[in-house]
């Protein structure tokens, strides 16, 4: 993670590692009023909660870029990740919230 306040630049090691707690104390961290934090999320329900934009990569190239609702949607999650999903409201915090699921093992040809 890059985080820029003001003229100040650190760097953030990634969160992957810490336990989800101390993954979500870093991420409401990072959102703090007047930071600005360019971080490469794996959880695409962290990056819902918690992105004003995000980049979507798939083979190294931009498969979509925007706020999170708009890019996103089961449907896209699906084509770009061969997985079943849905987007939602968290039922605590309200913020975007996305579940994944394996795909049907059943519908495959």
């Known amino acids: 993670m890059l985080i820029l306040n003001g003229t ?21 961290l990072i959102r703090s009023p007047g ?6 999320l ?6 819902a909660a918690y992105a004003d934009q995000v980049v979507v990569l798939r083979d190294g190239r931009g498969a979509g870029h925007g706020p ?8 896209f999650i699906e084509e770009v990740f061969g997985v079943r999903a849905h987007v939602g409201p968290h039922p605590i915090t309200g913020r975007p919230h996305i579940s994944v699921a394996s795909p049907d093992p059943w519908s495959r040809s």
Do not use: I, K, M
């Open 35 to 40: 930071l600005t934090a360019l971080a490469a």
């Open 68 to 75: 999170p609702l708009e890019v996103l949607t089961s449907t």
């Open 42 to 47: 794996h959880d695409l329900g962290q990056a």
């Open 8 to 28: 100040s630049v650190g760097e953030v090691e990634s969160s992957n590692h810490l336990d989800v707690g101390s993954q979500l104390l870093l991420l409401d």
